[in-house]
């Protein structure tokens, strides 16, 4: 046997062709078939365990689980011969338990298992042309009956009753009520009868079909459970069904559907999958289903029952798997990652260390050749129309460059990964990674390319093809180095040993050749098996190879010559590739059986093949800028969200905050007041203790004399009984010491009788005994005859019993029959029952909740009580103090009582004068509101004045400033005009002056010179002209600099006029909230005047009494007043009231007057304010 060991690890595939491919061990735990093996696999943990198929198995058919869930049924063909494979599910690992290979009837294969319900026996159903029912009672391996049963292929289930029965056809659309049947909870409408039963025959119960089954859909699939059962209507689509409890028909619950996949090449065609499988777990809480493209899904029961409105879809059990045959493989260093490519046209990213699936992309096209780039960040995919390069995002398989090679058949990296090689046919194309140019064409095979490799330096090129030929390329020189053909072998794969030195190669002729320098230097034969792949460890020390078979087969380098390896059964159909990770820690494996298998690659002793250079992976990934862009702008908006969503809980905490310091506040206060108040009780307490302290401490004093007196009386009374005790006990003494001599006396006697009576009874029994063993021999050889005679007796009755059995069982399956039916009746009854007991349990644990937490209420609700009946107590002494004060208080009522009385005698006087001052408040009271009207027109009023005076005042200054300087410039050419005219004149006199001398030529010339000299100077005019221009530039510039300081003046008093016209409408606010003031105060006045006047009026009634009683009091006149003096009180009340407000309205101007002298403005007109004073001085006068 081979050093080298490899331990399958995690399997990626499901085969779903298997009949009953998936089934739960437990709860977790779930049962299906992938590759050759069927696996245990964890839904929680996620972690998987084998249990591997039998030897040279061509693959499995059909799986069952017994319905204890111990043993689980395997049907296989092994080397052409069908069996069934018994495994105990408990033990670890998984034993076989029974192998069924030996049968007494004519049979291919097996194609569907099932146990009967107590799980000791078991039903197989056998492929055409025989479509025979065989039963056993596996564990004694004993054939119980064969029926001949042409059911169409379909598989057999088992139901709660032991019937054995065939998938159906629906009859009636989904949503009509289905009647009958599904009769007893079983499965389908085709029934056998018991298996016990003499005439077992092959008749089928069905239904008349008529013409709706052409356009219903095909039930491919069912399971029952306890409310109903569930079946596949069509592709992609599951029916829950449930009991009715009219005619036990059934009726549609819910809808179920597979989801669409939206990575899907067509995503509207990715959900039309058949449903093969079913089941239910133990619980009834999961439904797990299996499809025909390979696919596990899972339905969880609660949420169908808690939405039904909403419409039901099943999810993936873990990730979509491969649904066709795996053509391409491939792996890289810097990550864990395996590539693969499908006829299901799809690429998937796998991490070999997590076992996930990372990405994977559907396309157009079928992939046939797949390469990973060693950093893991590319992947270079041929499809049947092109080659593309595609950039691994880190959401997304994206295609970078397409290139022009058509159905490429293989592609792979280099080491390096600067340069790729691609077969087209019989030509390897190689391109630059970097460049994308084509930079050589290796022509030379003849037939097609089948396996390419590189050397670990990158400068060779190992090919072989179906031509037979393997060649070594040179890359510097593009031509062959080496070649080796051989025509008679189709070589399938080809491997290098690390140094370069020797190449490996596996073909059709069952032998693994290697070679070196052109020639073969060995042939080591597979033993009758086709080798399809070859793959040699990064170490050079270990070998792979996958067969036809679906086995891998490991070995050492140096290739043994015998048959020295170890084989493992790996895949249900041949091995299309195997790669080795870079460390040589583990194997992958894909087949066309849709799995990819990773195994850990140990040596014989266990130990694993460690890493030459320990090297973390990569964890860097590949993004688009506008990917990021996005996601940075998603950050910011989730940020801002955030501060957002802290700003207001900051806020709604501040608030909090706020509300509960005021409860504790308000607590602490409280709680203050009651500490108060216990303390005071305290204190009350221990004074009261004190006090009973004192009173026990005087009654135990009085309690020790009584106890000290009566303990003397009780010695003195026991000394007395002690004695008379003492005498009797002494009498009694001698009276035992009598007795105990009389039966000494009689026990000697009986002593001697006793001996006498052993000695007769001995030699009695010894005679006895000699007679009984003379006949126990007699006895033991009548016996021998006996039991010769009993065994022959024995055989005939068991033979006459096996007869009796039979009969007998034949009435006891029809008495069970009968009992079945009335248990299936009392299951009904049970099921509501239990429905009832159900909802009673959560009532009552409802019910038990409530009153826990009306107990935690009482217990409150009594402290409540106790700390409210001291309160209550402290209330009935409050109470009886206010009952003595509501008794003094009775009294002065009494006494008020009488003045009331008295009072009410005098009400229509006080009536009388009441509507004459009424009478008087009315027009007062119009004249009011006349004047506020009058007020509110006149601020109005003084509102627009103030805005016309305002503009009028703006307007004025700016004309004074242009009139200001205009004047300066009419001054100016004033003064130049009048020194002009000055100048002129005496030009004019000397000009006079010299005309005298015109006779004279020589003076005239002198005089004329002169007067040029002194008229007409140079330095004189450029003087007047500098003069003028300067004067012209400081006047320009003066002027700007007053338009300036006028703009700004101007813009301050727009400032002042609006900061004055805010102080006017606060005055004015102020001046309404006054004059409500003033409403209140005459409001009080009027009040205050009736108040007087009953006193007055009740002042003086008593007077008046007084003086009639009482002669000596005399009463005075001046506090009993006329209603004409009541009169001119309430005219100088008015009266002051309006001064009162003359007054703040003088204040309030002369606060605007000064407020317009600061910003330099006239004075308010005060027109309209006076008439209010004048008017309002007419309206105060009577």
């Known amino acids: 046997m081979s050093v080298i060991v490899a331990q399958p690890l995690h399997v990626f595939g499901l085969r779903s062709r298997v009949a009953n491919c998936v089934c739960y061990f437990d709860e977790q735990i779930i049962i299906y078939p992938s590759g050759n093996s069927c696996l245990k696999y964890h839904l929680e943990q996620r972690w998987q365990k084998f249990i591997p198929g039998s030897e040279k198995s061509q693959g499995m058919l059909a799986l069952a689980m017994s319905p204890n869930r111990r043993y689980l049924a395997i049907s296989e063909i092994v080397q052409e011969k069908p069996t069934i494979t018994i495994y105990e599910l408990p033990s670890v690992p998984c034993k076989k338990r029974k192998v069924l290979s030996v049968f007494d009837f004519p049979v291919q294969e097996f194609i569907s298992l099932a146990f009967s319900p107590d799980s000791k026996y078991l039903v197989a159903q056998t492929g055409p042309p025989e479509s025979n029912l065989a039963y056993w009672m596996w564990e004694k391996q004993r054939m119980m009956a064969v029926v001949k049963a042409d059911v169409q292929n379909n598989p057999v289930y088992q139901s709660g009753d032991q019937r054995w029965e065939t998938s159906i056809e629906c009859k009636e659309p989904p949503s009509e009520v289905v009647k009958d049947k599904v009769p007893h909870e079983s499965e389908s409408l085709f029934e056998f009868p018991t298996t016990g039963s003499p005439d077992l025959s092959s008749e089928m119960l069905s239904e008349a079909v008529g013409q709706q089954q052409a356009t219903l859909p095909q039930v491919s699939a069912i399971a029952a459970y306890s409310k109903g059962f569930a079946c596949s209507a069509g592709p992609g689509v599951v029916l829950l069904f449930e009991k009715t409890e009219e005619r036990e028909g059934y009726r549609e619950n819910r809808e179920i559907r597979i989801p669409q996949d939206q990575r899907s090449s067509d995503p509207n065609q990715s959900d039309k999958q058949d449903v093969t499988c079913m089941c239910f777990s133990p619980s009834e809480e999961t439904l797990l289903i299996s499809t025909s493209k390979n696919q596990l899904y899972i339905f969880t029961m609660s949420s169908s029952d808690i939405i039904k409105a909403e419409p039901a879809h099943f999810e993936y059990l873990n990730f979509p798997l491969h649904s066709a045959a795996i053509t391409g493989l491939d792996t890289c260093i810097r990550k864990p990652l395996v590539a693969t490519c499908s006829l299901d046209r799809s690429v998937r990213i796998w991490n070999y260390e997590t076992n996930t699936l990372d990405l994977y992309k559907e396309y157009q096209e079928e992939a046939y050749a797949i390469s990973l780039h060693p950093t893991g960040h590319y992947v270079l995919v041929g499809f049947s129309d092109k080659l593309r390069l595609m950039n691994l995002l880190i959401d997304d398989i994206r295609t970078f460059k397409d290139f022009t090679v058509r159905g490429c058949r293989e592609c792979t990296f280099s080491n390096g990964g600067h340069l790729f090689a ?121 070998v792979f190879t996958g067969t036809s078979m679906g086995t ?114 308000e607590l602490t206060e409280k709680f203050i007041q009651e500490m108060e108040s216990l303390k005071t009780k305290n204190q009350v307490l221990k004074a009261e203790k004190e006090k009973q302290e004192l009173q026990y401490q005087e009654q135990l004093s009085e309690q020790m004399e009584k106890q000290s007196r009566e303990v003397q009386d009780l010695e003195s009374v026991n000394n007395q009984k002690l004695l008379l005790e003492y005498e009797k006990y002494q009498e009694l003494q001698v009276k035992s010491q009598r007795m105990q001599e009389e039966y000494e006396k009689q026990l000697h006697d009986m002593e001697e009788t006793k001996n006498q009576a052993l000695e007769e009874l001995t030699e009695y029994y010894e005679a006895k005994l000699h007679e009984k063993t003379t006949l126990l021999e007699e006895a033991q050889d009548d016996a021998r005859q006996q039991l010769r005679e009993f065994e022959e ?277 102020e001046n309404v909230s006054l004059i409500k003031e003033i409403n209140e105060l005459r409001r009080e006045l009027k009040v205050t005047r009736t108040q007087v006047h009953d006193l007055q009026s009740a002042l003086g009634l008593n007077r008046k009494n007084k003086k009639q009683g009482i002669p000596d009091t005399v009463p005075s006149r001046e506090l009993l007043p006329s209603p004409n003096v009541l009169r001119l009180n309430v005219g100088e009340e008015t009266e002051r009231i309006i001064e009162m407000q003359r007054l703040e309205i003088k204040c309030l101007r002369d606060q605007t007057q000064g407020q317009e002298q600061v910003l330099a403005l006239p004075p308010l007109s005060g027109g309209t304010l006076p008439k209010l004073e004048i008017e309002r001085s007419h309206g105060g006068q009577p």
Not at 464 to 482: F, P
Not at 500 to 519: M, N, R, Y
Not at 987 to 1000: P, S, Y
Request: net charge neutral.
């Open 422 to 542: 691609a077969v087209n046919g019989n030509v390897i194309h190689i391109y630059s990674t970097t460049s994308f140019e084509n930079v050589n064409n290796l022509k030379g095979h003849n037939g097609k390319v089948r396996s390419v490799i590189w050397s670990g330096d990158d400068n060779k090129l190992i090919s072989c093809g179906t031509d037979g030929a393997v060649y070594e390329w040179s890359l510097l020189t593009g031509k062959r180095d080496t070649e080796c053909v051989l025509k008679t072998c189709s070589y399938s794969s080809v491997a290098m040993s690390p140094d370069a030195k020797i190449i490996f190669a596996v073909g059709s002729d069952q032998t693994l050749k290697e070679i070196s320098d052109s020639s073969i230097l060995r042939e080591v034969p597979s033993f009758d098996v086709t080798y399809t792949a070859i793959v040699v460890s990064h170490s050079g020390r270990m």
């Open 793 to 1069: 007796t024995k055989k005939q009755i068991e033979e006459d019993e096996d007869r009796e059995i039979q009969e007998i069982k034949i009435k006891y399956e029809r008495r069970l029959r009968e009992e079945r039916e009335s248990n299936l009746r009392l299951k009904g009854e049970t099921g509501i029952m239990r429905k009832k007991f159900s909802s009673l349990q959560k009532e009552i644990e409802e019910r038990s909740t409530d009153i826990e937490t009306m107990r935690m209420e009482q217990q409150k609700l009594q402290g409540i009580i106790k700390s409210l009946e001291k309160d209550i107590l402290g209330l009935k002494r409050e109470i009886q103090e206010r009952d003595e004060t509501i008794q003094d208080k009775e009294k002065r009522i009494y006494d008020l009582k009488k003045k009331n009385q008295e009072l009410e005698k005098f009400k229509f006087v006080l009536d009388y004068k009441i509507k004459e001052l009424k009478k008087q408040i009315e027009p007062r009271e119009n004249d009011i509101k006349v004047m506020k009207e009058q007020i509110q027109e006149m601020e109005g009023e003084l509102e627009r004045f103030h805005k016309q005076n305002m503009q009028l005042e703006l307007n004025i200054t700016e004309l004074r400033q242009k009139l200001k300087a205009t004047d300066r410039e009419m001054h100016k050419e004033q003064q130049k005009e009048r020194d002009m005219e000055a100048l002129v004149k005496r030009f004019k006199t000397d000009l006079h002056n010299c005309v005298g001398f015109i006779q004279d030529p020589k003076k005239l010339k002198e005089r004329v010179r002169e007067l040029y000299n002194k008229y007409v100077q140079q330095a004189d005019m450029v003087e007047i002209v500098g003069v003028d221009t300067d004067l012209q530039q400081e006047y320009t510039r003066q002027r700007e600099h007053l338009e300036r300081n006028l703009a700004t003046l101007k813009k301050k008093v727009v400032k002042e006029s609006e900061i004055h016209r805010a102080d006017n409408v606060r005055i004015m606010q």
């Open 552 to 665: 891998i087969r490991s070995m050492k380098y140096p290739l043994p010559v015998h048959k020295e390896f170890n084989e493992y059964q790996a895949h249900a159909g041949p091995i299309t590739k195997m790669s080795i990770t870079s460390d040589d820690q583990f194997l992958l494996t894909i087949s066309e059986d849709g799995c990819l298998l990773i195994w850990k690659v140990y040596d014989k002793e266990g130990r694993g093949l460690k890493r030459e250079k320990e090297v973390g992976y990569a964890e860097e990934v590949l993004i688009t800028k506008t990917d990021m862009e996005e996601k940075t702008q998603v950050m910011l908006e989730l940020k801002t969200r955030v501060e957002e969503l802290k700003m207001e809980n900051e806020y709604q905490l501040r608030l909090k905050d706020m509300n509960y310091n005021e409860k504790m506040k």
